[in-house]
């Protein structure tokens, strides 16, 4: 599987950002997508993850109310949109995905299998 983000870019505070996700290959293996993100001097961290129907998101508390994670099965391809964007969502933003259901473990914290190479959002005022 082979993931492509797009979609960063300079935005400015209170603004909004969609990122995109493309899978190719075995996408039937991209069970659980999610975005991962990593700013300078920080640790990579958890921002959001979907389940294959589509019927189950996951949030980390920072962006909840503001992101909003969603994927279009047939176009293999899993977005998140940043409404409300701070100078703290500054940062390399990830995805990944993962060919286990939810439920053998929980979306945040597990290791998933493929990752993309990051697309850089830089939030500034």
């Known amino acids: 599987v082979q993931l492509q983000a797009s979609g960063g870019g300079l935005v400015p505070t209170g603004g909004c950002l969609r990122l995109?996700?493309?899978?190719?290959?075995?996408?039937?293996?991209?069970?659980?997508m999610g975005w991962f993100r990593q700013a300078p001097g920080k640790d990579r961290e958890f921002v959001a993850a979907i389940s294959w129907s589509g019927t189950s998101t996951f949030y980390a508390d920072s962006v909840k109310g503001r992101f909003t994670i969603s994927r279009d099965n047939a176009k293999s391809t899993v977005y998140l949109q940043m409404d409300s964007l701070k100078n703290e969502d500054t940062a390399l933003y990830y995805c990944?995905?993962?060919?286990?259901?939810?439920?053998?473990?929980?979306?945040?914290?597990?290791?998933?299998?493929?990752w993309g190479q990051g697309t850089q959002v830089t939030v500034s005022s």
């Open positions: 995109s996700c493309a899978a190719s290959g075995q996408t039937s293996w991209t069970t659980v």
């Open positions: 990944a995905a993962d060919p286990r259901p939810v439920y053998q473990a929980s979306p945040p914290s597990r290791i998933y299998k493929y």
